[in-house]
């Protein structure tokens, strides 16, 4: 079955950085884009950032281009989100995300940027 597994949380001071893993299994990791979203307290889950199955092209949300940068190893079955520069309205649990014949989450990690 797909499993997502999340990883790199923490608390963080504004301006600092984190690098997010999500180890995938369960499906044909190279064959499919993936996505990080994130869901803050009181408010709906967002998508932070996508990548094309080959890392070949990215995208990102607004809040946080220039920042945050996606990657993937499909030799590891692991994509990453590097964050830099990070703010206190980072601060949110960050999900792991692929779509195959429904989206499939992880149980995500927790990101507080704090000072």
């Known amino acids: 079955q797909v499993q997502l597994v999340e990883s790199g949380g923490g608390l963080v001071q504004p301006g600092g950085s984190l690098r997010l893993s999500c180890v995938a299994s369960g499906f044909t990791f190279r064959g499919y884009p993936m996505s990080w979203y994130r869901q803050a307290p009181g408010k709906e889950r967002e998508l932070v950032a996508v990548?094309?199955?080959?890392?070949?092209?990215?995208n990102y949300a607004a809040s946080v281009k220039g920042r945050f940068t996606i990657s993937r190893d499909n030799a590891k079955n692991t994509v990453y989100l590097q964050m830099l520069s990070l703010k206190p309205e980072d601060t949110a649990v960050y999900y792991c995300?692929?779509?195959?014949?429904?989206?499939?989450w992880g149980q995500g990690t927790q990101v507080t940027v704090s000072s």
């Open positions: 990548i094309t199955y080959n890392g070949g092209s990215t």
């Open positions: 995300n692929v779509f195959i014949d429904r989206p499939y």
